[in-house]
Each structure stands twice: as C-alpha cells, then as structure tokens.
C-alpha cells in the first residue's frame, strides 16, 4: 500500500518507513537534518534494499515491524 522508494521528505529528525519490496516497518533517524546538502545511504534491516536519505551523517535504521512478504531473500541490489 505504501509505494515507498523515493521518499520525498523535509528535514527531520526522524521518520518512519515502510519497505516497499519486503513491508517491514523501520525507523530512519537523522542527527543533523539542519545541514542535508550531502546524502547518504541506508538499507532496510530485513532486506537489504538500500535508500538515500539527505543527511550529512548517516542514518541510524531501527526495525520496528519485521517483513511481511514471507520470503527470505535480499532485494535484488544493482
Ligand atoms: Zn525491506
């Protein structure tokens, strides 16, 4: 239900995410969303597939609900 992928989000300190391709629930946390000219990169914890979150640190990821597609395979990363 969530079409997840490239988020548009305005500087905060925290949010919450549902993976597009597996459907766990997870929390990205920023620490300095004043300054987000850089962008930096994080995975989902249950899958692998990786986002891009503005930040000039990288984002902490914290699993809130695990996957819910069943399956045990990674996201097919480029
Ligand atoms: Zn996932």
Redesign the pocket.
Known sequence: MNPSGSIAFSPSSQFKQT?G????VFRVEIERPASWKDTHPYC?P????TCVAKTSTPPRVTLLSK?TDNRTSL?PQT
């Open positions: 993976c391709f597996c459907g766990s989902c249950e899958c692998g597939r996957r996201h």
